[in-house]
């Protein structure tokens, strides 16, 4: 034994070569802690003073190799400033050049997933060599930052420039075979050999076979590019990369320019380019945000995998209503494994459900991520039928029929009689009260609500919506049955609109409050995205459909009817309303605040429409000015105050599943990390202000809670500062 600790050990073998194991000890992954980063310069420092070691293998004993470094440490550190970065920096750089620069061969055996700073250990290696199930890369530009632990230096010099920026700048995940092609290992083999051809290649190395010193080398020299090829590789890669990116996300930018910067430098000189780069990003509120909201994601992950182990599997599922949403829960059901029986009453509802599957299936089959016959496969996991014949067997119902609660009742109450008295009821409702529709029901404690988001292939989130009777056992089915789907499911208390759609209406009702003082809504768009929405909040009201914002509002209205009457129809009609009852209901019927037209691709694309601006005239009561902080704070305050009280009012569990959800199922811009974090940007004293002056003149709903004006006048926060995180 040469080595030691908590999460590595080297021992030598007879062979005289050195196993360095990662096995970071009460944990089920590897991280590169700061405290497992000490370990391996003490690790890497016992074998330079071991005598007659003739080469070393880098090896796991978890299932992954290392999954990247800690990242629940990067807040207090980035919080601890640059000084303590370029320190910490330079120290993780001694340690892996000290392990680039050993006197003998070295090797890295990846049977797992090696990301981030695990990427970045095994590129410090002369050889790699690769399970066939293994994936590599670096996603460090997701969080905001940049690889800074050699990552943009090693790389580039590896695979190529070109290569590198694709995978760094891309934060992508690199199956093995693409990491063999690139030239990012030496060889794949399956899992069982993985050990056999790391130790071969070594032999051969040690043997003076295979020149290990002119691999190093070459990772060691300035990038061998011609300044064509340069400003090819690089200027437009900046210029692509930019456009996809967006204002908002610095850091694949960033990380382009440190490669470019590094190419004609030697290793060390290129590593001080990266550093000096990573620590201006770690600085950002981008980074701090994008690496509070992984943060949050494993808040959210963690609670879901606790209610999983309280679950029964749910190997059967029914999903009651066919038709687009109905099809695209069969599909999100089979695809990830679950038979499911879709039901209807009518034939042709039927058909429709299955086409939305088939087409669902068919682009995954187009875009080579399925095979015709796994298709075929798959698509038998979806059963149709008109009766309720085999409904005996099934474990959850999911009930997705109109939005309407007499129609729901009815549905929910006949298939409770058809079930047995097991199987869990869940209600795909974006607005109806859970308790409401619970009312006729013999057991309440077996049903829940599960609203999906549309469309349901693509949006991650799924509430899982608890009555007042629904069970634990009830929550944990269906919690388990969104996680086998792929979803995210977030678990909130009732109340009109549940989480997500409570706290999306008063965003809306500050929309319509902007119509009335003569706003323009393409502007308002305009700003909202600038701020970094998906899309402005005119052109959502044509996606969701002007039907169902009126349904909906109407529904608040009746729930909160203080702060958000007049989107009911109380008082003047509003731009919404007037929309609707012009038979302009969006994308729908291609006319709404826009009008639309299909693309090249068969796409609805917006266009201006005069006759929707004439229209939203009519609800104008004045005429006025709006520069683009007052267009946010009208927007966004109405929104980050209801977020505030469905946190105070226990309909959401915690500020990370709060923020979580508005991510995933509004598309609240990620890099300003969700509403409470917003506020907490802000500060809870700046925000209260702003509201105070807005409610001033617009009501109650920009008013500030109690609580809210307590945590204002405290200094205090929903999240931790840098420093205590």
Same mark, same amino acid.
């Given at each position: 034994?040469?080595?030691?600790?908590?999460?590595?050990?080297?021992?030598?073998?007879?062979?005289?070569?050195?196993?360095?194991?990662?096995?970071?000890?009460?944990?089920?992954?590897?991280?590169?802690?700061?405290?497992?980063?000490?370990?391996?310069?003490?690790?890497?420092?016992?074998?330079?003073?071991? #005598?007659?070691?003739?080469?070393?293998?880098?090896?796991?004993?978890?299932?992954?190799?290392?999954?990247?470094?800690?990242?629940?440490?990067?807040?207090?550190?980035?919080?601890?400033?640059?000084?303590?970065?370029?320190?910490?920096?330079?120290?993780?750089?001694?340690?892996? #050049?000290?392990?680039?620069?050993?006197?003998?061969?070295?090797?890295?055996?990846?049977?797992?997933?090696?990301?981030?700073?695990?990427?970045?250990?095994?590129?410090?290696?002369?050889?790699?060599?690769?399970?066939?199930?293994?994936?590599? *890369?670096?996603?460090?530009?997701?969080?905001?930052?940049?690889?800074?632990?050699? *990552?943009?230096?090693?790389?580039?010099?590896?695979?190529?420039?070109?290569?590198?920026?694709?995978?760094?700048?891309?934060?992508?995940?690199?199956?093995?075979?693409?990491?063999?092609?690139? =030239?990012?290992?030496?060889?794949?083999?399956?899992?069982?050999?993985?050990?056999?051809?790391?130790?071969?290649?070594?032999?051969?190395?040690?043997?003076?076979?295979?020149?290990?010193?002119?691999?190093?080398?070459?990772?060691?020299?300035?990038?061998?590019?011609?300044?064509?090829?340069?400003?090819?590789?690089?200027?437009?890669?900046?210029?692509?990369?930019? *456009?996809?990116?967006?204002?908002?996300?610095?850091?694949?930018?960033?990380?382009?320019?440190?490669?470019?910067?590094?190419?004609?430098?030697?290793?060390?000189?290129?590593?001080?380019?990266?550093?000096?780069?990573?620590?201006?990003?770690?600085?950002?509120?981008?980074?701090?945000?994008?690496?509070?909201?992984?943060?949050?994601?494993?808040?959210?992950?963690?609670?879901?995998?606790?209610?999983?182990?309280?679950?029964?599997?749910?190997?059967?599922?029914?999903?009651?209503?066919?038709?687009?949403?109905?099809?695209?829960?069969?599909?999100?059901?089979?695809?990830?494994?679950?038979?499911?029986?879709?039901?209807?009453?009518?034939?042709?509802?039927?058909?429709?459900?299955?086409?939305?599957?088939?087409?669902?299936?068919?682009?995954?089959?187009?875009?080579?991520?399925?095979?015709?016959?796994?298709?075929?496969?798959?698509?038998?996991?979806?059963?149709?039928?008109?009766?309720?014949?085999?409904?005996? %067997?099934?474990?959850?119902?999911?009930?997705?029929?109109?939005?309407?609660?007499?129609?729901?009742?009815?549905?929910?109450?006949?298939?409770?009689?058809?079930?047995?008295?097991?199987?869990?009821?869940?209600?795909?409702?974006?607005?109806?009260?859970?308790?409401?529709?619970?009312?006729?029901?013999?057991?309440?404690?077996?049903?829940?609500?599960?609203?999906?988001? %549309?469309?349901?292939?693509?949006?991650?989130?799924?509430?899982?919506?608890?009555?007042?009777?629904?069970?634990?056992?009830?929550?944990?089915?269906?919690?388990?049955?969104?996680?086998?789907?792929?979803?995210?499911?977030?678990?909130?208390?009732?109340?009109?609109?549940?989480?997500? #759609?409570?706290?999306?209406?008063?965003?809306?009702?500050?929309?319509?409050?902007?119509?009335?003082?003569?706003?323009?809504?393409?502007?308002?768009?305009?700003?909202?995205?600038?701020?970094?929405?998906?899309?402005?909040?005119?052109?959502?009201?044509?996606?969701?459909?002007?039907?169902?914002?009126?349904?909906?509002?109407?529904?608040?209205?009746?729930?909160?009817?203080?702060?958000? =009457?007049?989107?009911?129809?109380?008082?003047?009609?509003?731009?919404?309303?007037?929309?609707?009852?012009?038979?302009?209901?969006?994308?729908? %019927?291609?006319?709404?605040?826009?009008?639309?037209?299909?693309?090249?691709?068969?796409?609805?694309?917006?266009?201006?429409?005069?006759?929707?601006?004439?229209?939203?005239?009519?609800?104008?009561?004045?005429?006025?000015?709006?520069?683009?902080?007052?267009?946010?704070?009208?927007?966004?305050?109405?929104?980050?105050?209801?977020?505030?009280?469905?946190?105070?009012?226990?309909?959401?569990?915690?500020?990370?599943?709060?923020?979580?959800?508005?991510?995933?199922?509004?598309?609240?811009?990620?890099?300003?990390?969700?509403?409470?974090?917003?506020?907490?940007?802000?500060?809870?004293?700046?925000?209260?202000?702003?509201?105070?002056?807005?409610?001033?003149?617009?009501?109650?709903?920009?008013?500030?809670?109690?609580?809210?004006?307590?945590?204002?006048?405290?200094?205090?926060?929903?999240?931790?500062?840098?420093?205590?995180?």
């Amino acid at each position: 034994m040469i080595y030691q600790g908590n999460a590595i050990t080297v021992v030598r073998g007879d062979d005289d070569v050195a196993t360095l194991t990662f096995d970071l000890k009460d944990e089920s992954v590897n991280t590169l802690s700061s405290a497992v980063i000490t370990e391996l310069g003490e690790a890497i420092e016992a074998l330079r003073n071991e #005598n007659g070691v003739a080469g070393l293998l880098l090896a796991s004993a978890k299932e992954a190799f290392i999954v990247g470094a800690d990242i629940t440490e990067f807040q207090v550190m980035f919080g601890k400033g640059a000084d303590f970065l370029e320190s910490m920096l330079m120290q993780v750089h001694d340690i892996f #050049n000290a392990i680039e620069d050993l006197p003998f061969p070295t090797v890295t055996a990846i049977n797992g997933l090696a990301l981030g700073g695990g990427c970045e250990v095994l590129l410090t290696t002369d050889f790699r060599i690769m399970s066939e199930s293994a994936q590599i *890369g670096l996603p460090e530009t997701q969080l905001g930052i940049l690889p800074g632990w050699g *990552g943009c230096v090693r790389l580039p010099r590896l695979i190529g420039a070109d290569n590198a920026i694709e995978w760094i700048a891309g934060g992508t995940q690199n199956r093995s075979d693409a990491a063999l092609k690139m =030239g990012a290992v030496d060889a794949v083999v399956p899992a069982e050999q993985l050990e056999a051809a790391a130790r071969d290649i070594l032999a051969r190395a040690m043997a003076g076979e295979l020149d290990h010193r002119a691999r190093r080398e070459e990772k060691r020299e300035p990038l061998k590019l011609g300044p064509i090829e340069q400003m090819m590789a690089f200027e437009t890669a900046k210029g692509f990369v930019a *456009g996809k990116a967006g204002p908002h996300y610095p850091a694949p930018v960033e990380a382009i320019k440190v490669i470019q910067k590094g190419a004609g430098e030697t290793r060390d000189r290129a590593q001080a380019i990266e550093a000096k780069a990573f620590i201006k990003l770690a600085m950002t509120d981008v980074a701090f945000n994008l690496v509070g909201l992984f943060m949050n994601d494993q808040v959210v992950k963690k609670k879901g995998s606790h209610y999983e182990k309280q679950a029964s599997p749910v190997t059967q599922a029914a999903v009651l209503g066919a038709g687009i949403m109905g099809g695209g829960i069969a599909y999100q059901s089979a695809s990830k494994g679950t038979p499911i029986l879709m039901k209807d009453i009518k034939d042709d509802a039927i058909e429709l459900g299955l086409k939305e599957a088939r087409k669902l299936f068919t682009k995954q089959v187009e875009r080579g991520k399925l095979t015709s016959a796994k298709m075929a496969e798959r698509l038998s996991n979806i059963r149709p039928t008109l009766s309720y014949g085999d409904f005996g %067997n099934v474990d959850l119902v999911v009930e997705a029929v109109v939005e309407n609660p007499k129609v729901k009742d009815a549905v929910l109450t006949e298939v409770e009689g058809e079930v047995s008295e097991e199987t869990i009821l869940a209600s795909n409702t974006s607005t109806i009260s859970i308790n409401q529709l619970a009312a006729n029901l013999k057991r309440p404690a077996n049903f829940c609500g599960m609203h999906f988001f %549309n469309p349901v292939h693509r949006m991650p989130l799924v509430e899982v919506i608890r009555g007042e009777q629904t069970s634990d056992a009830a929550v944990a089915a269906t919690v388990a049955y969104a996680r086998a789907m792929g979803k995210t499911p977030i678990v909130v208390n009732d109340c009109p609109g549940f989480l997500v #759609n409570r706290v999306l209406f008063p965003y809306f009702g500050g929309f319509s409050l902007l119509m009335e003082q003569g706003a323009d809504f393409h502007r308002v768009d305009k700003v909202m995205e600038k701020f970094g929405w998906p899309m402005g909040p005119a052109y959502l009201l044509d996606v969701v459909g002007m039907d169902t914002a009126v349904h909906a509002g109407e529904v608040m209205a009746r729930g909160f009817p203080e702060r958000m =009457g007049s989107l009911g129809g109380e008082g003047e009609k509003s731009a919404i309303q007037l929309m609707y009852e012009n038979q302009r209901l969006g994308q729908k %019927n291609a006319k709404g605040f826009y009008a639309y037209e299909e693309d090249r691709k068969g796409k609805p694309r917006k266009v201006r429409d005069e006759a929707a601006i004439e229209l939203v005239k009519g609800v104008a009561k004045e005429s006025r000015e709006f520069s683009d902080e007052d267009i946010i704070a009208r927007m966004m305050v109405p929104l980050c105050l209801e977020a505030v009280r469905c946190l105070e009012d226990d309909i959401v569990g915690s500020p990370a599943e709060a923020d979580m959800a508005l991510i995933y199922g509004i598309g609240f811009p990620l890099f300003r990390g969700g509403a409470l974090r917003y506020i907490d940007a802000m500060g809870a004293e700046a925000f209260v202000a702003q509201a105070d002056e807005l409610a001033e003149e617009l009501g109650a709903l920009y008013a500030p809670t109690d609580k809210l004006r307590e945590m204002a006048a405290a200094g205090e926060r929903f999240y931790p500062t840098p420093a205590q995180a």
